[in-house]
């Protein structure tokens, strides 16, 4: 039970009632979710290219051959790559952050990896940075970090930004909301 | 601590998750100092309080609870500062400030103040610097650590004309080398924090230095993360 609880939004109580439900009912679930949970611990690491979740190496969009090489889209989570996926229309490459620049949470440039971003930029490819950091004050740093990374490069950068919500987080707006974002985003 | 709820104006310094819908903050208000206080935030689509919660914003805050951890009961916006790019690594550095050099529980109505001029000039000016010099040199003031800046700690006697002097974070400025630990400073420099004037190019690596070096006494050894990234985003560019 405890360790249900290491999961979002679950409580004790819902806890104790997942736990009881799979030990009582569904003992030929739990042990396929057990079992696919150890095989995902094992095989599931971080992308070489752009640090997101994958089985493989080099995740599946980085290792397509048919998207647009100049554009590179700056995520905080795994997750925004997803719903950037799915709203919009964008057919670049992705960096995930894996979090965002927090001084005061003690989260600086080498926690997400920006070294990794600076030689990928020094690679030449890349003619555009999209930064799609949320629009929170630390997403607002992150952003200006890496668009002065990239302006030492002379890359241009964008920025996201109408739609959406200050404080809100790119996982939870509305699919027209990031895409209308997306598609207005400005020079940055 | 006091139990029946309390209002005042503040802003929100920092905020970290706290179980699922929870966030605590560190609020920075107007006639109670600084609190931690816990809300319930809404991160689902059209959840609405989690940019209240964002920093740079004057709120009125309902609060109520004892000891370390209060609960918030209702937080209005009244006004935002709205700090883009570098101005809200700025504003972080001041947050940073407030967090580690203020009390909690104790009014600082002065440093409230300078603290919303500031906020106030970082979103409206393009220069930055001075502003961040003024809320380092009101800080230092209203916490008892002002700089002495008339006096020779080395004679006890009143500082004489000189082109330059000698400056000490713990013990203050000389006309002669105190030794270890000090750093030349022009006259000029001396002048212009006397006549709180921080707008002046000429001098100001000589300010800054003296501001910063006796903010970091304070600070015990304490590194300022906002800072470590204002020197990250130097060396990128050079
Ligand atoms: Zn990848």
């Known amino acids: ?188 | 601590m006091t139990q029946g709820a309390q209002q005042s104006n503040g802003f929100v310094l920092h905020s970290r998750r706290f179980r699922e819908n929870s966030r605590i903050l560190e609020v920075f208000t107007e006639t109670a100092g600084r609190i931690a206080v816990v809300a319930r935030v809404s991160r689902r689509k059209g959840g609405s309080s989690a940019s209240v919660y964002q920093p740079f914003r004057k709120l009125s805050v309902h609060w109520r609870g004892r000891g370390e951890l209060q609960n918030i009961l209702s937080a209005e916006e009244l006004e935002h500062f709205p700090l883009s790019s570098h101005a809200s690594l700025c504003g972080l550095y001041c947050n940073e400030l407030l967090l580690y050099l203020t009390s909690k529980f104790i009014p600082m109505p002065s440093i409230y103040s300078s603290y919303q001029e500031t906020l106030k000039s970082l979103a409206e000016e393009n220069i930055f610097e001075p502003a961040l010099r003024r809320f380092e040199f009101v800080l230092l003031e209203e916490l008892g650590f002002g700089l002495d800046l008339e006096t020779d700690h080395l004679t006890g006697q009143l500082l004489v004309d000189a082109e330059q002097y000698y400056y000490h974070p713990a013990m203050g400025l000389s006309s002669k080398n105190p030794g270890q630990g000090s750093f030349i400073v022009p006259a000029e420099a001396i002048d212009a924090i006397r006549k709180q004037d921080f707008s002046r190019q000429s001098n100001a690596k000589a300010v800054k230095l003296i501001l910063a070096s006796t903010i970091d006494r304070l600070l015990d050894g304490r590194p300022l993360k906002s800072r470590q990234l204002f020197r990250d985003m130097v060396k990128i560019n050079t």
């Open chain 1, 1 to 188: 039970m405890d360790a249900l609880r290491c999961l979002p939004g679950v409580g004790p109580k819902t806890a104790q009632r997942m736990a009881f439900h799979l030990l009582e009912r569904e003992r030929d679930s739990a042990n396929v979710l057990a079992d696919t949970l150890k095989t995902a611990l094992e095989k599931i690491g971080r992308c070489e290219r752009c640090r997101t979740f994958t089985e493989h190496d080099v995740c599946d969009i980085c290792s397509s051959k048919s998207r647009d090489l100049k554009q590179l889209c700056i995520v905080e989570n795994p997750a925004d790559v997803l719903a950037i996926e799915q709203s919009t229309s964008y057919r670049g490459y992705y960096f995930v952050l894996m979090g965002r620049l927090s001084p005061l949470d003690g989260i600086g440039p080498e926690d997400l990896g920006l070294d990794k971003l600076g030689n990928r930029l020094d690679e030449n490819e890349i003619k555009e940075i999209i930064l799609a950091t949320n629009l929170t004050v630390e997403g607002e740093v992150t952003a200006h970090y890496i668009s002065e990374m990239a302006g030492a490069r002379n890359i241009k950068t964008s920025r996201i930004a109408q739609g959406v919500p200050v404080g809100g987080e790119l996982e939870y707006i509305d699919s027209y909301t990031l895409s209308h974002a997306f598609e207005s985003r400005t020079n940055y």
